[in-house]
């Protein structure tokens, strides 16, 4: 499955975690694997709370880490070595087991697709692997 997503801001998290429980749901999978990736050089996936004060702490931490137009070489070719080195340090996927076809997550994790060169259209591909 292909979930759609439209940014709105340069940088932000979006909680994708009802996407993916939907899409696990529909599938005939009981038991395996759910895999979230993202195509995107430039963006990530995450897990983590969905608190906005945590949420704003992991962006404001992305920005003091690495800082844009901090130098880097990429910047004179598109002036995104930024996004492009945050992606590099989040991942650009996720694996959650699937059991008796429900996401197995923490009580307080939810799954994020993390913007970091918006805003723009993106992709992220869900794919449920295992036994129905």
């Known amino acids: 499955m292909l979930l759609d997503i439209h940014t709105g801001s340069r940088v932000e998290l979006v909680d994708i975690t009802t996407q993916v429980e939907e899409h696990v749901r529909d599938s005939t999978i009981r038991n395996g694997l759910c895999v979230i990736s993202t195509r995107h050089s430039t963006t990530s996936i995450v897990i983590n709370e969905n608190e906005s004060g945590l949420c704003s702490d992991i962006l404001n931490m992305l920005e003091r880490l690495i800082p844009p137009s901090a130098g880097y070489d990429h910047d004179r070719m598109d002036n995104n070595a930024d996004a492009h080195l945050k992606a590099v340090l989040l991942g650009s996927s996720e694996t959650v087991p699937v059991i ?27 794919t449920v692997l295992g036994k129905d």
């Open 100 to 126: 008796d076809g429900k996401l197995v997550l923490g009580t307080w994790q939810q799954i994020f697709f993390a913007e970091l060169d918006g805003p723009r259209h993106r992709n992220v591909d869900v």
